[in-house]
């Protein structure tokens, strides 16, 4: 497994950071295309927006099934360097583990994609796409969004960091918004002659918190999934819609009475809701302020009982001898793009629970290992 570990660290060691979109991106789509073009295949690079490059290879097989594979090289910024032991980019091995920003998410699923590719395409008879998309980080809206309308595979195999002995299958929907309340400028000393903007985005804020009590129809087929991996300590945010205002702007002066103020509100729709229910519910709860939609999307699944995920169980239970359960997650992957067009994705990769976008973020040899023996043997078992 040298090789594959060789091919982590090398990616990892490409500071693909996003934000910003710069070189560091181009320079890792580089890298993996010239990583196929050394095992003998073409990689297509395909920028659907400007300055957003998207790597393509396909095996080129006429087949009526197609597999995609798929998952993005950017990563988030490494914060504040003092509080990592070590260069984020060193890719610094240390016992059995790679350190590195990217490392767990999702550069060594992404290794273990590229590897396999390479090593199967020729012996498989169906249709197999790789694909490495640049901005998963920041929405997906220049690569996985783009490869959603273009193709129509049969399944996609995300890469994400699942964890080898679990299964994602599905996530809960993003409903941002963004309040903004007007009032009327006064003086400080003066406040019943204005009307204060911040105050009455506080109490919108206030009432927009009952959204968490909204009881949601959770499918039944989802209840076991989706309380998988759900503690006491955040079991609400699984099965409700969460409440998390990020972000409050107002004022210009302590001693001015406000006549704009803004928060920027994220919630998290579990399924059982729709997108145009749940923002629904938004503008009953608030009153004093225009509610603006910044991000939407629609809590999406793969069946359990569909073919593609009993078939990773049967696989991931015969390879590594433990039993995989089905999980989802409060976040977002590009895989919500495939499920809203009706393809079934499946995540599953090599990860830490846990140490994704955090410091000394790490992945270690078992995962990478496992992950791979298990993502062969699928495909060569579909």
């Excluded at 984020?88 to 990217?102: H, N, Q, V």
């Excluded at 969004?145 to 129509?152: F, P, S, T």
């Excluded at 929907?173 to 009307?195: E, F, I, T, W």
Aim: with cysteine; hydrophobic share 35%; aromatic share 8%.
């Amino acid at each position: 497994m040298d090789d594959l570990l060789k091919l982590v660290s090398g990616l990892v060691k490409i500071p693909s950071v996003n934000p910003p979109h710069g070189e560091g991106l181009r320079d890792c789509a580089n890298f993996i295309r010239e990583y196929f073009s050394n095992h003998g295949y073409s990689a297509e690079v395909v920028e659907f927006d400007k300055g957003w490059p998207n790597i393509i290879v396909n095996n080129g097989k006429k087949s009526d099934k197609s597999i995609m594979l798929n998952g993005h090289y950017d990563v988030v910024p490494t914060g504040d360097l003092k509080s990592w032991s070590h260069d984020p980019f060193s890719a610094l091995i240390l016992e059995d583990k790679i350190y590195g920003r990217g490392s767990s998410d999702m550069k060594s699923g992404l290794a273990v994609q590229m590897k396999v590719f390479v090593e199967l395409a020729d012996k498989l008879d169906y249709n197999l796409v790789f694909t490495a998309v640049p901005d998963e980080e920041s929405g997906g809206f220049h690569g996985a969004k783009h490869l959603a309308e273009k193709y129509k595979p049969n399944l996609v195999l995300v890469s994400e960091p699942s964890g080898s002995e679990w299964i994602n299958i599905g996530e809960k929907g993003l409903l941002q918004v963004k309040l903004k309340s007007k009032g009327k400028v006064a003086h400080g000393s003066l406040p019943s002659l204005g009307d204060n903007a911040i105050m009455k985005i506080v109490r919108d804020l206030v009432n927009l918190e009952k959204i968490r009590d909204v009881k949601i129809p959770i499918p039944s087929e989802l209840k076991e999934a989706i309380s998988a991996r759900a503690s006491s300590e955040v079991e609400k945010d699984y099965v409700s819609i969460s409440f998390n205002p990020g972000v409050i702007k107002g004022g210009v002066k302590v001693n001015v009475v406000p006549d704009y103020a803004e928060a920027e509100v994220d919630m998290r729709i579990p399924p059982g809701i729709k997108n145009s229910e749940a923002l629904s519910l938004v503008k009953k709860l608030v009153s004093e302020s225009e509610v603006e939609p910044i991000d939407l999307s629609e809590p999406n699944y793969t069946n359990p009982e569909n073919h593609y995920v009993k078939k990773l169980e049967e696989t991931i239970s015969k390879t590594l001898g433990i039993r995989p359960k089905n999980y989802i997650i409060t976040g977002a992957t590009d895989g919500r793009y495939f499920r809203n067009k009706g393809i079934p994705a499946i995540v599953y990769g090599p990860g830490e629970l846990g140490v994704a976008h955090t410091y000394n973020e790490f992945v270690s040899f078992k995962e990478v290992i496992n992950a791979y023996k298990v993502i062969r043997e699928y495909l060569l078992s579909i």
